[in-house]
């Protein structure tokens, strides 16, 4: 070691799964944590937290670039997503692109999503953007279908006034406050209230992880972990409820389980797409 790092270093140092960048001066040590680590079961290396995304080939097929393009050129700093969402937004909202579909946006913020998304969906597009932050109103553009909603969507009045108020959504974007009070709540209030064949995504769903923005018994990735049960309740044996498995019409469903078609899981993102579920049925042929 030279003089020089005896006298003063700087080092990340890795304690019982928190990061922290180490300052030595003159042999005193001083610590900064600089991540969180992951609270549940699972201690993750926080490098990985810090690895930065790399978009690949894969995410930049000529579909996802019309949006993903259009978030590059924006460069007025209205738009804040992650790159790599591009490509899980273009493979479920693709089928409603050029239709006359209902959007809803939780989190407004600059305002540029909200013109992102009618530039991606077109003309007959209504985009709904529901924010806490009254200054967001000035982002309502009417003639171009952009509306703003000030609202809180940790208030479940709030929630029901604006599915009361607005034409059936087909998709919703949580990207509000991103505390899992915030990002459950919502759910549980719109999810059963949006269109049958619609499409829920929450976004940002990192913050799951840190300390800051956990104020629910559960993390939203928790709750959405225990719907992959409630998507099978058709094969609950066990339970009283779903014994009959033989007659399956009188069996009564969570209504989870009859309109949800499927669950997606991915680096941040979770996505529920929604189905009239039949009475799942096997036979030999
Ligand atoms: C990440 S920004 C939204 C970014 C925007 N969707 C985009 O892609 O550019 C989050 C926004 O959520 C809003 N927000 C925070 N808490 C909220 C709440 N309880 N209800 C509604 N909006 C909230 C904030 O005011 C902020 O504008």
């Not at 459950?184 to 769903?205: A, N, P, Q, R």
Request: hydrophobic fraction near 35%; charge should be neutral.
């Amino acid at each position: 070691m030279s003089i020089r790092n005896e006298i003063f270093s700087i080092s990340k140092v890795n304690v019982e799964g928190y990061t922290y960048k180490q300052i030595k001066i003159l042999g005193i040590r001083l610590r900064f944590k600089i991540t969180t680590s992951v609270p549940y079961k699972y201690k993750v290396n926080s490098r990985y937290l810090l690895t930065k995304t790399k978009v690949s080939a894969f995410h930049l097929d000529s579909d996802v670039n019309a949006l993903y393009n259009y978030f590059l050129n924006s460069t007025d700093k209205s738009v804040d997503k992650m790159h790599h969402y591009f490509h899980i937004y273009n493979k479920h909202f693709e089928r409603f692109k050029n239709k006359p579909v209902n959007i809803l946006e939780i989190g407004v913020c600059k305002g540029g999503s909200l013109k992102m998304w009618k530039s991606y969906f077109g003309e007959q597009a209504n985009v709904y953007g529901v924010d806490i932050d009254a200054e967001c109103k000035q982002y309502e553009d009417l003639q171009n279908g952009i509306h703003v909603i000030i609202a809180d969507q940790s208030n479940r009045d709030d929630l029901r006034n604006i599915i009361k108020k607005l034409p059936k959504i087909d998709i919703v974007i949580d990207d509000g406050g991103h505390t899992t009070n915030q990002q459950i709540t919502t759910f549980d209030e719109i999810y059963d209230k949006i269109s049958d064949d619609g499409v829920y995504l929450v976004e940002d769903l990192h913050t799951n992880y840190w300390k800051d923005f956990i104020d629910s018994k559960h993390t939203f990735i928790e709750y959405a972990k225990d719907h992959i049960d409630a998507l099978n309740a058709w094969f609950f044996h066990s339970d009283d409820r779903y014994r009959d498995i033989t007659n399956k019409e009188k069996m009564k469903m969570p209504i989870f389980t009859n309109i949800t078609n499927s669950i997606h899981f991915y680096n941040s993102i979770i996505v529920f797409e929604k189905e009239k579920v039949c009475i799942p049925f096997e036979e030999r042929r």
